[in-house]
């Protein structure tokens, strides 16, 4: 198992961040405490993966009503940070794409918090690209190279273009020029690319992200591609082990999530209204590709995406359709409602990047007034208001057979408010697989028991629950301890997007 890259280290931000939930987690009893009574955030954690679909679901006003007296509240933290938090019952739920560690799920039955997964959205993982043929005084669609067509093999030399001292892999050193003769050979407008975005610059996030996880499983799925990423693997850390992981190997790269990703393509003016990207070319990141999930690449900066080579051979562009296909050749575990997504040969229509996204909820442990509101969110989201907003950022709506499952776990939730039992106790469950051949497929880091981030069987929502009378979830709250947290959250908070808007970005290979 790769370990936690050496380079990143948590911002000042999130320090404070994550001191303002320990103190607002424990109570004069030592046992933790839930968000408060009535009036206060409904809180919920995650990556920055989802944090377009999830804020905008949390602020339509049928949801604001669902929810009612309590108000939507979301952090994006890193996919890591949100599990954890969310096990420690410092939030009322999490959104991720990772599925609980087993090491996490364990955490969450000592608090007494059992849990269910609800898939909500599925998402393509866009490669997107700034590459300009025709140089202009303003950068619009038609100064852009056209569609860019890659294999995952190429797409692996893009992202692991390693320098001349490296011991050459199978296929050579990488590709670090747009004008490459493999990538011409498929898009021959690319013989034609400017001299400012001739350079290939491919980032990455050096956090934990979702979209490092979805990329290097593509990588060790294909056969061709995976020495490729196993030497990029041996010269950056030295190791042979290349399960996938939501970390990045390569030491430099962008912190700040997602939004910091997109900001190195195509930036915007946040004070603008409504915000705008700044219509000179020469702001805008020129050469650069980057993972990104499809809600981050739409309006305002609207980022041209690649067409990827899926296992049927056809080279697909991330869309509603695409992804859509991509969900029909996927499984759900009846058990714990994880996603498994099989790359089906015979499927010219499928995406071959795709990852699902998860509400992760208490079915233990939350306050009444909070399971009534949760419970209700989940429906919202599960109903056509709901799955026509995550269409809108370009993602699917999920199946029939999963918008079921998640109701049903709404039921589990809304049954919180009128549990009366004050002690119960049950063994843990847990559910693994033989992984099959996926997109996306088994992971050693998020989840040791089983396949994650565009699915796979995890480990289980845990069912052991162990609450009584003096457990904070299930009724008051010590007025003084979420007082102080809540104050310590909001500077955490405003440092953290201080300081998270700071872009570092790799330089141009070579």
Same mark, same amino acid.
């Given at each position: 198992?790769?370990?936690?890259?050496?380079?990143?280290?948590?911002?000042?931000?999130?320090?404070?961040?994550?001191?303002?939930?320990?103190?607002?987690?424990?109570?004069?009893?030592?046992?933790?405490?839930?968000?408060?009574?009535?009036?206060?955030?409904?809180?919920?954690?995650?990556?920055?993966?989802?944090?377009?679909?999830?804020?905008?679901?949390?602020?339509?006003?049928?949801?604001?009503?669902?929810?009612?007296?309590?108000?939507?509240?979301?952090?994006?933290?890193?996919?890591?940070?949100?599990?954890?938090?969310?096990?420690?019952?410092?939030?009322?739920?999490?959104?991720?794409?990772?599925?609980?560690?087993?090491?996490?799920?364990?955490?969450?039955?000592?608090?007494?918090?059992?849990?269910?997964?609800?898939?909500?959205?599925?998402?393509?993982?866009?490669?997107?690209?700034?590459?300009?043929?025709?140089?202009?005084?303003?950068?619009?669609?038609?100064?852009?190279?056209?569609?860019?067509?890659?294999?995952?093999?190429?797409?692996?030399?893009?992202?692991?273009?390693?320098?001349?001292?490296?011991?050459?892999?199978?296929?050579?050193?990488?590709?670090?020029?747009?004008?490459?003769?493999?990538?011409?050979?498929?898009?021959?407008?690319?013989?034609?690319?400017?001299?400012?975005?001739?350079?290939?610059?491919?980032?990455?996030?050096?956090?934990?992200?979702?979209?490092?996880?979805?990329?290097?499983?593509?990588?060790?799925?294909?056969?061709?591609?995976?020495?490729?990423?196993?030497?990029?693997?041996?010269?950056?850390?030295?190791?042979?082990?290349?399960?996938?992981?939501?970390?990045?190997?390569?030491?430099?790269?962008?912190?700040?999530?997602?939004?910091?990703?997109?900001?190195?393509?195509?930036?915007?003016?946040?004070?603008?209204?409504?915000?705008?990207?700044?219509?000179?070319?020469?702001?805008?990141?020129?050469?650069?590709?980057?993972?990104?999930?499809?809600?981050?690449?739409?309006?305002?900066?609207?980022?041209?995406?690649?067409?990827?080579?899926?296992?049927?051979?056809?080279?697909?562009?991330?869309?509603?359709?695409?992804?859509?296909?991509?969900?029909?050749?996927?499984?759900?575990?009846?058990?714990?409602?994880?996603?498994?997504?099989?790359?089906?040969?015979?499927?010219?229509?499928?995406?071959?990047?795709?990852?699902?996204?998860?509400?992760?909820?208490?079915?233990?442990?939350?306050?009444?007034?909070?399971?009534?509101?949760?419970?209700?969110?989940?429906?919202?989201?599960?109903?056509?208001?709901?799955?026509?907003?995550?269409?809108?950022?370009?993602?699917?709506?999920?199946?029939?057979?999963?918008?079921?499952?998640?109701?049903?776990?709404?039921?589990?939730?809304?049954?919180?408010?009128?549990?009366?039992?004050?002690?119960?106790?049950?063994?843990?469950?847990?559910?693994?697989?033989?992984? !099959? *051949? %996926? &997109?996306?497929?088994?992971? $050693?880091?998020?989840?040791?028991?089983?396949?994650? #981030?565009?699915?796979?069987? /995890? =480990?289980?929502?845990?069912? !052991? *629950? %162990? &609450?009584?009378?003096?457990? $904070?979830?299930?009724?008051?709250?010590?007025?003084? #301890?979420?007082?102080?947290? /809540? =104050?310590?959250?909001?500077?955490?908070?405003?440092?953290?997007?201080?300081?998270?808007?700071?872009?570092?970005?790799?330089?141009?290979?070579?």
């Amino acid at each position: 198992m790769r370990g936690r890259n050496p380079q990143w280290r948590p911002s000042t931000g999130r320090l404070v961040g994550v001191l303002a939930v320990t103190v607002a987690t424990v109570s004069f009893t030592g046992v933790r405490v839930s968000w408060g009574a009535t009036g206060t955030p409904l809180a919920a954690e995650g990556g920055s993966f989802a944090d377009p679909i999830i804020n905008l679901l949390q602020n339509d006003p049928a949801a604001l009503t669902a929810i009612s007296p309590f108000t939507p509240s979301y952090f994006d933290a890193d996919v890591d940070q949100a599990r954890q938090d969310f096990v420690a019952g410092a939030t009322d739920y999490a959104v991720t794409e990772l599925p609980l560690t087993a090491g996490e799920a364990a955490t969450a039955a000592q608090n007494g918090r059992s849990f269910a997964y609800v898939p909500f959205a599925a998402s393509p993982l866009a490669i997107a690209a700034v590459v300009e043929c025709s140089q202009t005084s303003t950068l619009t669609a038609t100064t852009f190279c056209g569609t860019i067509k890659v294999t995952v093999p190429i797409l692996a030399q893009i992202f692991t273009d390693l320098p001349p001292t490296a011991s050459p892999p199978p296929g050579g050193l990488g590709i670090g020029r747009w004008n490459d003769p493999e990538l011409t050979a498929l898009t021959p407008s690319l013989g034609g690319v400017s001299t400012a975005s001739a350079d290939i610059t491919a980032l990455e996030d050096v956090q934990p992200a979702a979209s490092n996880y979805a990329l290097e499983t593509l990588f060790v799925n294909n056969a061709t591609a995976k020495p490729i990423w196993d030497a990029y693997l041996k010269f950056y850390e030295g190791v042979t082990d290349d399960t996938p992981t939501d970390l990045w190997p390569h030491t430099n790269g962008t912190s700040g999530g997602d939004v910091t990703l997109a900001q190195s393509l195509i930036p915007i003016n946040e004070q603008a209204n409504p915000p705008a990207p700044p219509s000179n070319p020469q702001t805008w990141g020129q050469g650069v590709v980057a993972p990104l999930p499809i809600d981050w690449t739409g309006a305002p900066r609207n980022i041209p995406t690649m067409a990827v080579q899926n296992a049927a051979g056809a080279f697909v562009q991330p869309s509603v359709a695409s992804m859509s296909a991509a969900l029909q050749d996927a499984t759900m575990d009846p058990t714990t409602n994880l996603v498994t997504f099989t790359a089906n040969p015979n499927d010219a229509a499928a995406y071959p990047i795709p990852v699902m996204s998860y509400l992760v909820v208490p079915t233990s442990g939350l306050a009444p007034a909070k399971a009534t509101a949760l419970a209700a969110f989940i429906k919202f989201v599960l109903g056509s208001t709901g799955q026509a907003e995550v269409e809108s950022l370009g993602a699917a709506g999920v199946t029939p057979a999963m918008v079921t499952a998640g109701l049903q776990v709404a039921a589990q939730v809304a049954a919180e408010a009128s549990t009366t039992t004050t002690t119960t106790t049950t063994s843990p469950t847990t559910s693994t697989s033989t992984p !099959t *051949s %996926t &997109s996306t497929s088994t992971s $050693a880091s998020p989840n040791t028991s089983g396949q994650g #981030v565009a699915g796979g069987s /995890g =480990a289980a929502a845990a069912t !052991t *629950s %162990t &609450s009584s009378p003096s457990l $904070a979830l299930t009724g008051g709250v010590p007025w003084p #301890v979420p007082l102080v947290g /809540g =104050a310590l959250v909001l500077v955490g908070f405003v440092a953290r997007r201080t300081l998270r808007s700071r872009i570092t970005p790799r330089g141009s290979k070579t």
